[in-house]
């Protein structure tokens, strides 16, 4: 379960890393910090804290949706 979860947040801070590059003007709130907890779970997988994560998918996972779902409307 937390690898599939992990594996999740990396293809959302990929996504928005490429729509960034797409398109600069695209405004995603936090999108450095989406980019940077990528590379932090690809890369310093065996120092992720599942507090840390588990605060993401809480509080900052549901404001990305409402973000993504205006963009997309």
Same mark, same amino acid.
């Given at each position: 379960?937390r =690898?599939?979860v ?9 996504a928005v !890393?490429?729509i960034?590059k797409?398109?600069k003007?695209? !405004?995603?709130s /936090?999108? =450095?910090r989406?980019? /940077?907890?990528r !590379? %932090?779970v690809i890369?310093? %997988?065996?120092?992720v804290?599942n507090v ?7 509080r900052?996972?549901p404001?990305?949706?409402e973000q993504?779902?205006s963009?997309? /409307?």
């Amino acid at each position: 379960m937390r =690898r599939a979860v992990e594996r999740e947040l990396e293809i959302i801070g990929e996504a928005v !890393n490429q729509i960034l590059k797409i398109d600069k003007t695209i !405004n995603i709130s /936090n999108s =450095r910090r989406i980019v /940077n907890l990528r !590379n %932090y779970v690809i890369h310093g %997988y065996d120092k992720v804290d599942n507090v840390i994560i588990w605060g993401i998918i809480s509080r900052d996972l549901p404001k990305l949706k409402e973000q993504i779902d205006s963009l997309i /409307n």
